[in-house]
Nanobody, 114 residues
């Protein structure tokens, strides 16, 4: 049974930083592209970023480019998202995803507000 468990979400002030984590079990993590998506209030879920299985390639949505960084630790079956220079429009539920298989975590809420 494949499971993805996100953590790290909370209430943050604009300009702050945080790191989200997603621990994956039930598959050979190192073989898969991993991604982060988000769903803002009243909006559709949207792509944020992804990372190749070997960490050599990353891709970001324009809205987060230069502020967010995706990384992974294949020994710990974990994908991370470092979020810097947070903006109120980053407020959303953040989900990690096994890109080619379509598995999703339950999401973690990030709220950016002063």
């Amino acid at each position: 049974q494949v499971q993805l468990v996100e953590s790290g979400g909370c209430l943050f002030q604009p300009g702050g930083s945080l790191r989200l984590s997603c621990v994956v079990s039930g598959l050979t993590f190192r073989n898969y592209v991993m991604g982060w998506f988000r769903r803002a209030p009243g909006k559709e879920r949207e792509f944020v970023e992804r990372i190749s299985y070997n960490r050599l390639a990353t891709y970001y949505a324009d809205s987060v480019k230069g502020r967010f960084t995706i990384s992974r630790d294949n020994a710990k079956n974990t994908v991370f998202m470092q979020m810097n220079s947070l903006k109120p429009e980053d407020t959303a539920v953040y989900y990690c995803n096994v890109v080619t298989l379509g598995y999703w975590g339950q999401g973690t809420q990030v709220t950016v507000s002063s």
